[in-house]
């Protein structure tokens, strides 16, 4: 059975949109805090084999960088990693070696965990994200959290999100300040006293 990580990078107050886009002012705000060592941190964590798991947006987004972006440990992983992809559309999808989940992507995700391959990664793809911890399918959670206060853009955690709860398994420190945080992920939140 595979595994399913989700990582983000995200900003102290939970943003992780890096896009200019749709109105966000603040695009790009990682490069000033990124480092050899914390790349090497950040290709360390994806490990040496692993396979994507994405939304459709965050797809197209790699799709038109990745390919193209020369020979590197992160490249070339991102490359070489088969993408599952939640679309409407697959069809279209071109960066390959690439399959879609299907109509039911809940259960097109069930389905994949439960096959022998790599690791699943989630990167980006906010709306996937909060609905694998809402229906208990990540079993990790890493956030590259930067030392930013952005105040909008797209969350990390939907507010429609149902409370959940995560285990502390480690934290690495960069140079310039961004925390990797590795989470394992429990369950839904309990309530107090329980």
Request: proline share 5%; net charge negative.
């Amino acid at each position: 059975m595979r595994k399913l990580r989700i990582m983000e990078h995200v900003s102290l107050d939970g943003v992780i949109q890096h896009e200019e886009d749709e109105g966000f002012a603040h695009g790009n705000w990682t490069v000033p805090y990124r480092t050899p060592a914390g790349l090497a941190a950040v290709v360390e964590a994806y490990g040496s084999c692993f396979d994507l798991l994405l939304g459709r947006r965050t797809y197209d987004a790699w799709a038109g960088f990745w390919p193209t972006a020369g020979d590197s440990p992160m490249a070339n992983g991102l490359n070489a990693a088969t993408k599952y992809v939640a679309t409407h559309r697959p069809e279209s999808l071109q960066w390959g070696p690439v399959q879609d989940l299907g109509t039911d992507i809940l259960e097109g995700i069930r389905r994949l965990k439960s096959t022998n391959g790599p690791d699943l990664i989630v990167c980006g793809s906010s709306t996937l994200t909060s609905l694998l911890l809402e229906q208990g399918l990540a079993d990790e959670v890493v956030l590259l959290v930067y030392p930013v206060l952005l105040g909008r853009g797209k969350r990390f955690f939907s507010d429609r999100a149902d409370p959940c709860e995560l285990a502390f398994v480690s934290t690495q420190t960069t140079s310039t300040g961004v925390l990797l945080n590795t989470y394992r992920y429990v369950g839904a939140l309990r309530p107090a006293g329980h």
